[in-house]
């Protein structure tokens, strides 16, 4: 594939080649649940690539889709690299913004609650999408994104890993025409390209520093200076020179790489009117690329740049002939966008062979065709050249710092608050304890009178123990905002790099701590669950049913274990939320009951009148001596999990309630050791 093939008319599709090389040679990462196949997935792409290089654009894209069929299981990163390269397609060369957008998006959604595992594909996404706002026109919005992408790499990338986005910025820069900004982006990411090993694959060490000297050397040329450019262009033949003999099996793309340098330095040495240079490069050029499997549109491109020397030099004869090659090129059948920037190319020299020869009223039409199609080329540039992308940045990032600074002010609010709730709580706490007491050692005293006075304490203290329900649940629903604090605190403190082990043991052992307090409130504030207070909806038990699965993925995840789900489409009325409560839990207590590498199957099975949700594990299994007691409210059968995970024995007592409330049932079969197979049957009626 060909970055190599950068030239003069056509530097965003150059830039689509140098995006699809990227997505071929990232870090291949392997999913727990289905592997990738990266050998077979860049070879995929580098034929489709070599195709695209020789304009078989419509043959391309078929090849890559048939080809992407025949693998039976593609896994994340093999599914990502297709929709990249989908993508980079469908904005350079079967121009559909609409696919562009979709295919980059799920670039992004396919590494949902992946990023950390998959840093350097999270950050080509982000930067493939600033591509997509690009060729929506909607520049600010794009540049926010290559700030998001840069930011993201110089956090979590290094030198090596990094390079790419640095010099997809400076392309950026050169699309802009601010060609002299985009030289030091493009310099530095040869740099950080040097920390890489040379084993590290062909798009990645030859690849990127051949074109990049090209665009180096482009950028010099359009500037204004074809000296350098010509030093440029010549670092990059000795490049090939050093490197060719490293790649045998890709000498077709060397050579026609070579091919395309040979035709851009011709066209310096034209600027710089040596003409003879300037011929013999670009006759070897044309040579090199108009054989079969070489780059035949770069050797139309260097036909132009011939023809227009020979125009300065007055062989009009020669250029016309060289004109009209190019002419039936373009007017083969099967064009494609691609073509669009030759096409405008060949109106202007026309109209220059016409003038040049004196047909006046010849050449007025080709100037007009020229000036329509360039015309057409600045609108759709309008607006590009006039954003500064460094003045965007510091935005971004002010703007960054401002958010950072209200979280920080909000942080401490929330801290001053909780002290405050606190306290108030403590203070709430002991007074209904000492009042708690008072009443309690009245009752006593009153024991031994008559029996109206006892049917008055007890009503007493019947109202007494409402109260302290109430005071139990206000206290528990209050008490999750400074717990929920201390987890976040703790959490944020974590983050730090800077932390000593011991104090990083002690912050894990308090946001630990927190979390089984939110859990044990969760489940007191859901007690006493009664028919009358539910509110039903009609919910789509597949729908619940795999949002509790992606929930809880993280958990199963840090002991290895695989949960899977096999349900068919079903609806029924519910109370959403208690439901997923109850679910919810039986696969929490799958996880914390079953071993490392453990396998939980979650069923959902359509019958009659009703629906029945299994949840089974092979874990350790429900004893004997405990069976009888653990939908028991408050019950002693409580057991830690494999991990050494807490338990607080109320969830199952509270799921039977919530069961029960809707008319349903639940159960359990369970041998000790074995596993256990937890059963919810729900009616269908509402």
């Not at 290559?146 to 979590?156: P, V």
């Not at 050579?255 to 040979?262: D, K, M, S």
């Not at 006046?360 to 199609?373: G, I, R």
């Amino acid at each position: 594939m060909s970055v190599k093939t950068i030239g003069s008319y056509t530097l965003l599709l150059q830039l689509s080649l140098l995006l699809a090389c990227c997505l071929a040679s990232c870090r291949d990462a392997l999913s727990p649940e289905v592997p990738d196949h990266p050998g077979l997935v860049d070879a995929i792409i580098d034929s489709t690539n070599d195709l695209l290089n020789v304009g078989k654009v419509r043959e391309s894209v078929h090849y890559f889709d048939s080809a992407f069929q025949q693998i039976h299981a593609p896994g994340p990163i093999d599914q990502w690299k297709k929709y990249g390269f989908k993508a980079n397609f469908y904005l350079y060369y079967d121009f559909n913004l609409k696919k562009a957008r979709s295919n980059a998006d799920s670039m992004t959604l396919i590494l949902k609650s992946k990023v950390q595992q998959y840093k350097p594909e999270y950050a080509a996404a982000i930067f493939v999408q600033g591509h997509v706002l690009m060729a929506e026109r909607r520049y600010a919005e794009a540049f926010k994104r290559y700030y998001d992408g840069r930011s993201f790499a110089r956090q979590y990338l290094d030198s090596c890993s990094y390079y790419d986005f640095t010099g997809r910025l400076g392309l950026v820069r050169y699309s802009q025409g601010q060609y002299l900004k985009a030289i030091p982006y493009l310099k530095q990411s040869l740099i950080e390209n040097a920390t890489c090993k040379t084993d590290d694959g062909f798009n990645k060490h030859f690849t990127f520093g051949q074109s990049t000297l090209t665009a180096i050397a482009l950028a010099y040329e359009f500037a204004g200076m074809p000296d350098s450019a010509v030093y440029y262009y010549r670092e990059g033949l000795a490049f090939i020179d050093r490197n060719a003999d490293k790649y045998p099996e890709r000498k077709t793309f060397i050579e026609t790489a070579r091919g395309i340098i040979y035709g851009n330095l011709g066209g310096a040495f034209v600027k710089l009117h040596q003409y003879e240079e300037a011929e013999r490069y670009l006759k070897e050029s044309i040579q090199i690329n108009s054989v079969p499997d070489h780059d035949f549109q770069d050797a139309q491109t260097a036909k132009l740049k011939l023809a227009d020397l020979y125009i300065r030099t007055s062989r009009l004869k020669a250029a016309n002939e060289l004109l009209d090659q190019v002419a039936l090129f373009l007017g083969e059948k099967g064009n494609n966008p691609t073509k669009e920037g030759l096409r405008m190319r060949w109106y202007k020299i026309k109209w220059s062979y016409y003038d040049r020869s004196g047909q006046y009223l010849l050449a007025y039409p080709y100037l007009q065709e020229f000036q329509k199609a360039q015309d057409s080329v600045d609108q759709i540039n309008a607006g590009l050249k006039d954003i500064d992308m460094d003045i965007i940045f510091k935005d971004t990032e002010q703007q960054y710092k401002l958010a950072l600074l209200k979280k920080d002010n909000e942080l401490k609010s929330g801290y001053l608050l909780a002290f405050v709730v606190f306290s108030l709580m403590v203070v709430i706490i002991l007074g209904g304890v000492w009042y708690s007491l008072r009443r309690s050692k009245e009752l006593n005293n009153k024991l031994g009178q008559k029996n109206e006075q006892l049917q008055m304490a007890l009503r007493s203290l019947e109202q007494s123990q409402l109260d302290n329900t109430r005071i139990m649940k206000v206290v528990a629903h209050d008490l999750r905002n400074p717990i929920a604090a201390a987890v976040s605190i703790s959490t944020l403190l974590l983050e730090s790099k800077q932390l000593q082990q011991g104090d990083k043991e002690m912050l894990e052992l308090m946001k630990t701590s927190s979390l089984h307090s939110l859990d044990m409130i969760a489940d007191l504030l859901n007690m006493n669950i009664t028919a009358a207070g539910l509110k039903k909806e009609p919910v789509e038990m597949h729908t619940l049913l795999r949002y509790c699965i992606d929930l809880l993925k993280f958990k199963s995840a840090e002991k290895q274990q695989m949960i899977t789900l096999h349900t068919k489409e079903t609806v029924i009325n519910i109370n959403r939320e208690k439901i997923w409560r109850v679910v919810s839990n039986i696969i929490a207590n799958a996880i914390k009951f079953s071993p490392k590498g453990a396998v939980i199957n979650v069923a959902l099975h359509d019958r009659q009148d009703t629906v029945l949700i299994s949840v089974a594990d092979h874990g350790i299994g429900i004893p004997d001596n405990l069976k009888d007691r653990v939908f028991s409210m408050f019950t002693d059968a409580k057991r830690r999990g494999t991990s050494g995970e807490q338990s607080f024995g109320l969830g199952l007592a509270i799921s039977r309630q919530i069961v029960e409330a809707h008319e349903g049932k639940i159960w359990f079969e369970s041998n000790s050791d074995a596993g256990t197979t937890f059963y919810v049957e729900l009616p269908k009626r509402s």
